[in-house]
């Protein structure tokens, strides 16, 4: 018998495992493709011309990002690690005067010792920490067993169907949203940390069995929290941003219920037709169980009353909640979830130990950090200033109202490049305004709000576009795959829908003033 061959227990003769092993050549290796993809990518970018207009060092940082977002898509290594290798690469080069005198990623980087501050400079963001806190939010609502008693609940009254459970999903991030300017503490810690006891009452998990149930009701929660972030000026603390730089920039005055009248043409078709658009789109396993809720209120029962830890953990909930709601003058919404964070510990919601070893939160906060970092350099090199120029250079000659739309989606495509809606509206909206007051005959309430309403509805585009989406991507029901897509189908929707409904309401509405 040849030596490569073997004779297992039955007789049969098999090749051993190593041979049955054997990788193909190390160059066609799907990993080793994923890996150098990323790499390829940025490469080819940074050895093409400059566009004119545009510093060496912009061009460069641009190849680098755009590299770190195939290494996202790719994923030959997880997220958070993608996100520590594009930082060190360009902390690494950032101190050296690659180009024209210039820094790579900050015009301010002298020393060393400043890369080292900006490749950090993410862990200081407060979304950041609030995206932690929810996490945090969770782990409390599974330790004490309250996210199950509440999903339980739920489940009990409307778990005959699934549609069912996507619209009380809907509606209690639409109450919250009015009073909730953190759609990160509204979605992301008040929301998911108790959505996230649903899925497995139905046996599904993260993995395999995710699309029975689990998958449905995070993408229905993640997109509901986009709208209802454009839904509200107090719904989203970027649009309050906003409406004072379309204060300064073109002299328009937006009022709270100026907003809720101009969206909500387009806010509440979304809102009344997502849950179902989620049904039919990412369709879930489980549509009907009528035993389900008899179960549920069996598994109830068998839970008895609410234990000391439930009732503290919910005080803990509400105390979040009402500060957010009504303190936000005076506590941020980060230090509200820090302060219920060691309230949880100290009370022995949690332990330290808990907190230590809940890898899913640790890892959203390097990736995240580290995302937000390297979206902020967009910005500090000029790209962004440089490229939203150039595209209303493009549209010279065409009609005001066709600028106007143009202007819109281009401002929502570049969100693809910001890691956070404050940091695009900062470095994006005067831009675009500025643009849009070169045009004579441009209507200018109708340009601010179409800009400003589409905030938070492009937050749905990637996993990490808005506070919340790291959240729920991390959640691991909706797979890397699944969430790009879905982003660029639900993104296309919600524009859609923002210039079909939007521009002529909004014109009918606004018909006097114009730029």
Same mark, same amino acid.
């Given at each position: 018998?040849?030596p490569d061959?073997v004779?297992?227990?039955t007789g049969?003769v098999q090749?051993p495992p190593a041979?049955a092993?054997i990788p193909g050549?190390?160059?066609?290796r799907p990993l080793?493709w994923?890996?150098?993809?990323?790499?390829l990518?940025?490469g080819?970018?940074?050895?093409?011309?400059?566009?004119?207009?545009?510093?060496?060092?912009?061009w460069l940082?641009?190849?680098?990002?755009?590299g770190v977002?195939a290494?996202l898509?790719?994923?030959?290594?997880p $997220?958070a690690?993608?996100?520590v290798?594009g930082v060190?690469?360009?902390a690494v080069?950032?101190p050296? $005067?690659?180009?024209d005198?210039?820094q790579l990623?900050?015009?301010?980087f002298?020393e060393?010792a400043?890369?080292v501050?900006?490749?950090l400079a993410?862990?200081?963001?407060d979304?950041v920490?609030?995206?932690?806190?929810?996490f945090?939010?969770?782990?409390?609502?599974?330790k004490t067993g309250?996210?199950?008693?509440?999903?339980?609940?739920?489940?009990?009254?409307l778990?005959?169907?699934?549609?069912?459970l996507g619209y009380?999903?809907m509606?209690?991030d639409?109450i919250?949203a009015p009073?909730?300017?953190?759609?990160t503490?509204?979605?992301g810690?008040t929301?998911?940390p108790?959505?996230?006891?649903i899925?497995?009452l139905?046996?599904s998990?993260?993995g395999?069995?995710s699309r029975?149930?689990g998958?449905?009701?995070?993408w229905t929660a993640?997109s509901?929290?986009?709208?209802?972030?454009?839904?509200?000026?107090t719904a989203?603390?970027p649009?309050?941003l906003a409406?004072e730089l379309v204060?300064?920039?073109i002299?328009v005055?937006?009022?709270w219920?100026?907003?809720?009248v101009g969206?909500?043409?387009?806010?509440?078709?979304l809102?009344?037709?997502?849950?179902?658009l989620?049904?039919?789109?990412?369709?879930?396993?489980?549509?009907r169980?009528?035993?389900v809720p008899?179960?549920?209120?069996?598994?109830l029962?068998?839970?008895?009353?609410?234990?000391?830890?439930?009732?503290?953990?919910?005080?803990?909930?509400?105390l979040?909640l009402m500060?957010?709601i009504?303190a936000?003058g005076v506590i941020?919404a980060?230090?509200? $979830?820090?302060?219920?964070i060691?309230?949880m510990?100290?009370t022995?919601?949690?332990t330290w130990?808990?907190v230590?070893?809940?890898?899913?939160a640790w890892?959203?906060?390097?990736w995240?950090?580290?995302?937000?970092?390297?979206?902020s350099g967009?910005?500090?090199?000029?790209f962004?200033?440089?490229?939203?120029?150039?595209?209303?250079a493009?549209l010279?000659?065409?009609?005001?109202?066709?600028v106007m739309?143009?202007?819109?989606i281009?401002?929502f495509?570049?969100?693809?490049?910001?890691a956070?809606?404050t940091?695009?509206?900062?470095?994006?909206?005067?831009?675009?305004l500025?643009?849009?007051?070169?045009?004579?005959g441009?209507?200018a309430?109708?340009?601010a709000?179409?800009?400003?309403?589409s905030?938070?509805l492009?937050g749905?585009i990637?996993?990490?576009a808005?506070?919340?989406?790291?959240v729920?991507f991390?959640?691991?029901?909706?797979?890397r795959?699944?969430?790009w897509?879905?982003?660029?189908?639900f993104?296309?929707?919600?524009?859609?829908?923002?210039?079909?409904i939007?521009v002529?309401?909004?014109?009918?509405?606004?018909p006097?003033t114009?730029?």
């Amino acid at each position: 018998m040849p030596p490569d061959l073997v004779v297992d227990m039955t007789g049969t003769v098999q090749a051993p495992p190593a041979v049955a092993r054997i990788p193909g050549p190390f160059l066609l290796r799907p990993l080793v493709w994923k890996a150098l993809a990323p790499v390829l990518v940025a490469g080819a970018i940074a050895f093409c011309p400059v566009p004119a207009g545009l510093q060496p060092n912009a061009w460069l940082y641009f190849a680098l990002f755009t590299g770190v977002i195939a290494g996202l898509i790719l994923e030959p290594v997880p $997220a958070a690690a993608v996100g520590v290798i594009g930082v060190t690469a360009i902390a690494v080069l950032a101190p050296y $005067a690659l180009f024209d005198a210039r820094q790579l990623a900050d015009p301010a980087f002298k020393e060393p010792a400043e890369a080292v501050a900006w490749a950090l400079a993410g862990f200081s963001n407060d979304t950041v920490w609030l995206i932690f806190g929810a996490f945090m939010f969770a782990l409390g609502y599974e330790k004490t067993g309250l996210g199950k008693r509440i999903g339980l609940l739920l489940v009990r009254s409307l778990g005959g169907r699934t549609l069912g459970l996507g619209y009380a999903i809907m509606v209690s991030d639409l109450i919250l949203a009015p009073f909730t300017p953190s759609n990160t503490a509204r979605s992301g810690g008040t929301i998911f940390p108790i959505i996230r006891n649903i899925p497995a009452l139905y046996d599904s998990r993260p993995g395999p069995t995710s699309r029975r149930i689990g998958a449905y009701v995070m993408w229905t929660a993640f997109s509901t929290t986009c709208i209802t972030s454009s839904m509200f000026l107090t719904a989203l603390a970027p649009n309050l941003l906003a409406v004072e730089l379309v204060r300064k920039t073109i002299k328009v005055d937006i009022s709270w219920t100026q907003w809720l009248v101009g969206f909500l043409p387009v806010g509440l078709p979304l809102l009344l037709l997502l849950p179902l658009l989620v049904f039919v789109i990412y369709p879930p396993e489980i549509r009907r169980s009528p035993e389900v809720p008899k179960w549920a209120a069996a598994e109830l029962a068998t839970m008895g009353p609410l234990s000391r830890h439930e009732v503290v953990m919910a005080a803990l909930v509400v105390l979040a909640l009402m500060l957010w709601i009504f303190a936000g003058g005076v506590i941020g919404a980060t230090i509200v $979830a820090l302060v219920v964070i060691s309230l949880m510990v100290m009370t022995g919601v949690v332990t330290w130990d808990d907190v230590l070893t809940d890898r899913p939160a640790w890892n959203v906060l390097v990736w995240f950090a580290t995302l937000v970092t390297l979206a902020s350099g967009l910005n500090k090199v000029g790209f962004i200033t440089w490229f939203a120029k150039t595209a209303a250079a493009m549209l010279v000659g065409l009609s005001p109202i066709a600028v106007m739309v143009v202007l819109v989606i281009l401002f929502f495509v570049v969100h693809y490049m910001f890691a956070s809606s404050t940091a695009h509206t900062t470095a994006v909206l005067p831009v675009v305004l500025a643009a849009g007051a070169a045009v004579p005959g441009l209507p200018a309430t109708v340009l601010a709000l179409l800009l400003v309403f589409s905030l938070g509805l492009m937050g749905v585009i990637t996993p990490y576009a808005t506070g919340p989406a790291p959240v729920y991507f991390g959640s691991g029901y909706v797979s890397r795959k699944d969430f790009w897509t879905l982003g660029l189908i639900f993104g296309t929707i919600f524009l859609a829908a923002l210039l079909i409904i939007g521009v002529p309401t909004l014109l009918a509405l606004n018909p006097v003033t114009i730029l």
